[in-house]
């Protein structure tokens, strides 16, 4: 989701607008199928992580397709997210972009035939044996766009989850040691509030509002909960004890002030600054942001995972998928091909991603060891739980707007609730 909502781009909003529109007015070149051009889609930072990786594949590809060029765009997350469906049913779809995965997303795509079958190209080049079981979950989905089992319509390179990152310099200063339990955590920020810091940052019109209320369910609840709310493996009733706990302490850490009533507009990318700005201290969201920090942190800082809870939100990251109308298919898979291997595998995961086929003893950085360990703790304990807004089509749009409604006061938890399980019932397929 994270959706969505998960990346963060180094381009202003309004720049995004109607680029996608835009790409299927014109351009010359994009539709080639002369074999000369791979037209790629994707929406990372220059300075993230995966942004450098793929900078670097680019380079390798066209080392090693002689007279091939790469026609890469930059789009934005939700700009993808709004308008693939109607792009990649036009003759101007790209031959490999980046996308979303999940039920909402990728799942829904591929049920609506606009995806191309990746299963024997993920045997034939080995992808199904890089990729663990845990993480391939969203490479699969069913004829019903359920993802977990059925064909591959997608690679994810690399894997995500979401983690707790801390300013050690503004702990230090406020004389506050590093949380090992929630009990700790949560005395933590009550000591920020009352010195007039407030701990988390947050953003209220994107992903991470949303996500904070989504761990804080998942602390009270067990694997059965998460397969029957994103595998349709049970019935998923949103006024359970898990669910209950989440909006009510939310909604409660709003009144304490751990969250700012102000934070109701802020966009993903304001949390982001907010942090690196050392206005708050602590922010809890994807590893993604990992290479941004590392770069643009003027202050020391770490990670530790959510503490007093064996599920967290990951899973693999987003997907390489390639258009059914895609124009050059075999060099896209190649370019997949590429974003697996050994040496771009150890360079995500030395800039900080979370890589699904390096060698670990090539990971170097002192800050990225602790980033990919968490993550291998998570898959060890199976405790990667994907993202709230991947159940049904839409389910983001809602929970940022009802989210939204729990920070200004304007709906009570049990309001919240039954939104949540309006808008889910509504759309989730029937059993």
């Not at 060029?69 to 308008?83: A, L, P």
């Not at 989905?141 to 707790?164: C, H, L, Q, R």
């Not at 990152?165 to 929630?182: M, Q, R």
């Not at 020391?300 to 997907?319: Q, R, Y």
Request: charged share 25%; with cysteine; net charge negative.
């Amino acid at each position: 989701m994270l959706t969505a909502r998960r990346r963060v781009v180094a381009v202003a909003a309004a720049a995004l607008s109607g680029a996608l529109l835009l790409a299927s007015c014109g351009d010359s070149d994009s539709g080639s199928s002369d074999g000369k051009t791979l037209k790629l889609w994707h929406y990372e930072a220059p300075n993230s992580a995966m942004g450098v990786a793929w900078a670097e594949a680019i380079k390798e590809f066209e080392k090693t397709h002689p007279g091939v060029k790469v026609k890469f765009e930059e789009k934005g997350f939700e700009q993808i997210q709004k308008t693939a469906p109607m792009v990649l049913n036009s003759d101007d779809a790209p031959d490999v972009m980046e996308y979303n995965k999940g039920n909402a997303t990728a799942g829904l795509l591929s049920k609506q035939g606009l995806l191309t079958d990746l299963t024997g190209e993920a045997t034939k080049r080995g992808w199904d044996k890089k990729i663990s079981a845990g993480v391939r979950t969203t490479s699969q989905y069913s004829a019903d766009g359920v993802m977990g089992s059925g064909n591959w319509y997608g690679i994810p390179n690399y894997a995500e989850y979401a983690t707790v990152f801390y300013n050690k310099d503004l702990f230090k200063k406020h004389g506050i040691a590093e949380p090992t339990s929630f009990e700790e955590l949560t005395a933590a920020m009550d000591k920020f509030a009352d010195e007039g810091v407030t701990p988390l940052a947050n953003s209220g019109a994107e992903y991470i509002a949303h996500q904070y209320l989504y761990q804080l369910a998942l602390s009270k609840a067990d694997r059965a909960w998460v397969d029957s709310l994103q595998l349709y493996k049970g019935k998923t009733d949103f006024h359970d004890a898990a669910w209950t706990y989440g909006a009510e302490t939310f909604a409660d850490w709003v009144k304490k002030g751990y969250i700012s009533k102000d934070s109701t507009s802020a966009k993903a990318e304001d949390a982001g600054t907010a942090f690196i700005g050392g206005k708050n201290p602590i922010l809890f969201s994807g590893s993604w942001w990992y290479g941004r920090f590392a770069e643009e942190n003027k202050f020391d800082w770490g990670t530790f995972l959510w503490p007093g809870s064996d599920l967290t939100l990951g899973s693999g990251g987003n997907l390489w998928v390639v258009p059914k109308g895609a124009k050059n298919k075999e060099l896209a898979y190649d370019f997949i091909d590429i974003t697996m291997s050994k040496k771009i595998q150890n360079l995500l995961g030395n800039k900080g991603g979370v890589p699904v086929a390096a060698d670990a003893s090539a990971i170097t950085d002192p800050k990225a060891k602790p980033l990919i360990a968490n993550f291998d703790t998570l898959t060890g304990r199976e405790g990667l739980a994907f993202y709230p807004d991947w159940p049904v089509p839409g389910f983001y749009d809602v929970l940022v707007s009802e989210t939204q409604k729990l920070i200004t006061g304007s709906a009570s938890p049990d309001d919240y609730l039954t939104a949540l399980q309006e808008a889910y019932d509504k759309d989730v397929p029937k059993q």
